[in-house]
T-cell receptor, first 116, second 112 residues
Framework: AQTVTQSQPEMSVQEAETVTLSCTYDTSESNYYLFWYKQPPSRQMILVIRQEAYKQQNATENRFSVNFQKAAKSFSLKISDSQLGDTAMYFCAFMPQTSGTYKYIFGTGTRLKVLA | NAGVTQTPKFRILKIGQSMTLQCTQDMNHNYMYWYRQDPGMGLKLIYYSVGAGITDKGEVPNGYNVSRSTTEDFPLRLELAAPSQTSVYFC???????????FGPGTRLTVL
């Protein structure tokens, strides 16, 4: 079975510093997508960053970047220059690229608090 | 664009009652999804649709039904509400598989 594990239930970081959130996954698929979603207290789910497994280059979006290690099945999120607005739950998600079926598997989340 | 809208925002049901959660998107997306989020957990896929008239089960479909008669609308029906269905329900849409999903604001449902 495909699983996504986020081993850090809660983290905190000082404003302007850098923090890394961990995510590991288990799959026998070779082609898939990985995502990080942010869920602030408003409850709205917002895509932070997306990675295609066949791309070796790590995805970046402004202050957000990932460290994608395919062999290790690891997909960590780095947030640089943390801001108070980054306070949220962060979910890692996995989707196999298999035609004819659809699976979208979320981890249990990491609650990040940015401290002033 | 309004994006993905969901109604109602909150609802309390008694055991055995039925209700429909509404979801509408104005982005002409083919793919639409229903998730539930239990406290302290990630999202679990209930049902999805790849286009009007085409729906399929996700990870946790029991107790729910869906229909997709138009591209814009993807309602979720609870027939006999049970306490185990107490959760926050999210509808989402995307233009293709494996790309960004746009989420609605969620419906908080309590079954007593």
């Amino acid at each position: 079975a495909q699983t996504v594990t986020q081993s850090q239930p809660e983290m905190s970081v000082q404003e302007a510093e850098t923090v890394t959130l961990s995510c590991t996954y288990d799959t026998s698929e070779s082609n898939y997508y990985l995502f990080w979603y942010k869920q602030p207290p408003s409850r709205q789910m917002i895509l932070v960053i997306r990675q295609e497994a066949y791309k070796q280059q790590n995805a970046t979006e402004n202050r957000f970047s990932v460290n994608f290690q395919k062999a290790a099945k690891s997909f960590s999120l780095k947030i640089s220059d943390s801001q108070l607005g980054d306070t949220a739950m962060y979910f890692c998600a996995f989707m196999p690229q298999t035609s004819g079926t659809y699976k979208y598997i979320f981890g249990t989340g990491t609650r990040l608090k940015v401290l002033a | 664009n309004a994006g993905v809208t969901q109604t109602p925002k909150f609802r309390i049901l008694k055991i055995g009652q039925s209700m429909t959660l509404q979801c509408t998107q104005d982005m002409n997306h083919n793919y639409m999804y229903w998730y539930r989020q239990d406290p302290g957990m990630g999202l679990k896929l209930i049902y999805y649709s790849v286009g009007a008239g085409i729906t399929d089960k996700g990870e946790v479909p029991n107790g729910y039904n869906v229909s997709r008669s138009t591209t814009e609308d993807f309602p979720l029906r609870l027939e006999l509400a049970a306490p185990s269905q107490t959760s926050v329900y999210f509808c989402a849409s995307s233009y293709n598989q494996g790309v960004k999903q746009f989420f609605g604001p969620g419906t908080r449902l309590t079954v007593l």
